[in-house]
Nanobody
């Protein structure tokens, strides 16, 4: 199973970016997908997550500005980031909890590569 993230870049404050993360490989189901960010010297934090049932969660600092969505047919999660602020500058990581059928059905956690979002003031 692999997660391929894309969509980062440089944007001015107030601008928008959309991150994408696609899961590929042989798996049974995707149970959760989310975006995390990590600034240098800080712990990785959940920015937004979405469950199989469509339930979403956001860190307070992005509520009303970021929207997470999911295309189940494409096994892809998106993070639409609007009204970006310089403090949103970070490396963003995609994470998924995926069930894989081997000798049984087991859930594993996978991370995509980071994508850098830079917001200039």
């Amino acid at each position: 199973v692999q997660l391929q993230a894309s969509g980062g870049g440089l944007v001015q404050a107030g601008g928008s970016l959309r991150l994408s993360c696609a899961a590929s490989g042989n798996f049974f189901s995707i149970n959760f997908m989310g975006w995390y960010r990590q600034a240098p010297g800080k712990q990785r934090e959940l920015v937004a997550g979405i469950t199989t049932g469509g339930g979403t969660s956001y860190v307070d600092s992005v509520k009303g500005r970021f929207t997470i969505s999911r295309d189940s047919d494409k096994n892809t999660v998106y993070l639409q980031m609007n009204s970006l602020k310089p403090e949103d500058t970070d490396v963003y990581y995609c994470k998924a909890r995926i069930s894989v059928r081997t000798s049984g059905l087991y859930e594993y956690q996978y991370w995509g590569q980071g994508t850098l979002v830079t917001v200039s003031s």
